[in-house]
């Protein structure tokens, strides 16, 4: 049997221990070697490095992949989207999201895992649609928790609900590595006699169980797993990719890497590790063991992005009380999967509860929003008493959010008209407004300062 191994050092491993702040050029010169490696796939885009190429980087996300694909000529490219919110933190319209999945595969992406926070796949059908429209893979997937709600049925009749939308392989998403080997091996086991697609697990070492829960998951049959090379594997990022296809191997499964070439990739990176640490952006906390993750549920990204949160207000001190308020909120909010952007809200407003010193003093729009049903369906009960407080007598929607909005793409591309330079542009605009036209502006300035300073030369 063969185990496909994707590496996530470009995506997840860079988002999950210093909040995606790594710069095209830091990675650059090893590319054609990751390149020979055997990946089944890299996951290098989507999530968190749209809107940090723009926020934090200066640089331009679209530019940033088709950079990538030029130098990753054999091995697959590999994505995170967020459904109906895209790569933003809202639901955007069918437009919108039909031209944000086919400029993806037109600039290089091959793999898009499409998920919805809250596993309501009516937020997923549109951008599968147009993945398989446009002959790229769309892996459906399972964003996975622990709750008096999610059981084995649950997540059979998820898997079975993905297959019938044509996707070409499901993802079991562990964003907060609570999953452990046994439910893992149930889990894998069920969809795989569910369902006749490829099975693939993300997990994430945050509680140490990741190795071992991936194992447990190969041998229920799983098809692939997530990996990050050594020096940016463990704590809140993904389990080691060399420890992992040394064990596989050893157990007889084929994997298809070469030891030598990843040795290679771990030297380039190393010296980068340091770097982060020096520069205080790898914060030693997300690169330990934290069992206490097992009862907080606090995925990898989220919590390096709350502990930024809580050294911007001087607050890290509060740090233990914000993660004990943590699944408080979540169960009052009907047991969302803490994922993007479930996971922010949830942790930000744990944070303001505990800031503030009273629960749901300031109650952020987002968590409005979701109390309404833009977001789509809870998957639990939604405490009655904060969905008074914050919709009085009005009634939440029930069906599909995106059925009520109209067609936006024409409309912002002719607002934009001058400041963006193609379609590229008008969505990077529609998805971060002003930190768009702020990129843009600098992007303006920085080609102007070059050929100021070519004609000077001259």
């Given amino acids: ?51 940090s190429c723009l926020r934090y980087l200066n640089e331009d996300p679209w530019e940033r992949l088709r950079k990538i694909k030029a130098k990753l000529k054999k091995t697959k490219l590999q994505m995170l989207l967020r459904g109906q919110n895209i790569l933003g933190y809202k639901h955007y319209s069918d437009d919108v999201v039909r031209k944000f999945v086919s400029h993806s595969i037109e600039n290089g992406m091959d793999i898009l895992r499409i998920f919805d926070a809250l596993n309501d796949y009516r937020n997923i059908e549109v951008a599968v ?23 084995l049925e649950n997540y059979a009749k998820l898997g079975k609900q993905l297959e019938g939308m044509g996707v070409h392989s499901i993802c079991i998403k562990d964003m907060a590595g609570i999953m452990g080997p046994k439910e ?48 940016f594997s463990g704590g809140t990022s993904q389990p080691s990719t060399e420890t992992l296809n040394y064990s596989f191997k050893q157990m007889g499964y084929a994997t298809s ?15 980068l590790k340091e770097k982060y640490v020096s520069s205080g952006l790898l914060d030693s906390f997300v690169l330990g063991t934290d069992t206490d993750a097992l009862v907080y ?16 207000q001087n607050s890290m001190d509060k740090l233990d009380e914000v993660l004990q308020e943590t699944p408080r909120v979540r169960k009052d909010l009907g047991y969302p ?47 009655a008493e904060l969905v008074k407080k914050v919709l009085g007598d009005e009634k939440p929607i029930t069906g599909r959010f995106a059925d009520t909005l109209e067609p936006e793409f024409n409309k912002i591309k002719q607002q934009v008209k001058g400041m963006a330079k193609n379609d590229e542009d008008v969505l990077s605009y529609i998805l971060f407004p002003q930190i768009a036209e702020k990129f843009f502006k600098h992007r303006e300035e920085s080609t102007a300062v070059k050929v100021n300073y070519a004609i000077a030369k001259v």
């Fill in 1 to 51: 049997m063969k185990v496909n191994i994707t590496e996530t050092v470009l995506r997840d491993a860079n988002q999950s221990l210093i909040a995606t702040r790594m710069p095209f050029q830091d990675f650059e010169a090893i590319l054609e070697t990751m390149d020979k490696a055997g990946y089944y796939s890299i996951e290098c885009w989507g999530g968190a490095t749209f809107d």
């Fill in 129 to 151: 649609d147009e993945t398989i429209k446009r002959k790229g893979h769309a892996q459906g997937t399972i964003a996975y928790t622990l709750s008096p709600i999610h059981n």
């Fill in 184 to 231: 893992a091996y149930d889990l894998v086991k069920t969809l795989k006699e569910t369902v006749k697609i490829p099975v693939f697990l993300h997990t994430h070492s945050t509680t140490g169980l990741g190795p071992i829960t991936y194992f447990k998951a190969v041998e229920a049959g799983c098809d692939g797993v997530d990996t990050a090379i050594s020096s």
């Fill in 257 to 271: 890497l070469d030891e030598k070439i990843l040795k290679d990739i771990n030297d380039f990176f190393k010296p």
């Fill in 297 to 312: 549920q606090v995925p990898g990204g989220m919590l390096s992005n709350l502990i930024a949160q809580l050294k911007q």
């Fill in 337 to 383: 999967p803490l994922v993007t952007p479930m996971s922010q809200m949830v942790g930000v407003q744990a944070a303001t509860n505990v800031l503030l010193g009273e629960r749901y003093k300031s109650i952020s729009k987002e968590v409005k929003a979701y109390l309404k049903g833009e977001y789509g369906k809870a998957p639990g009960e939604v405490d």
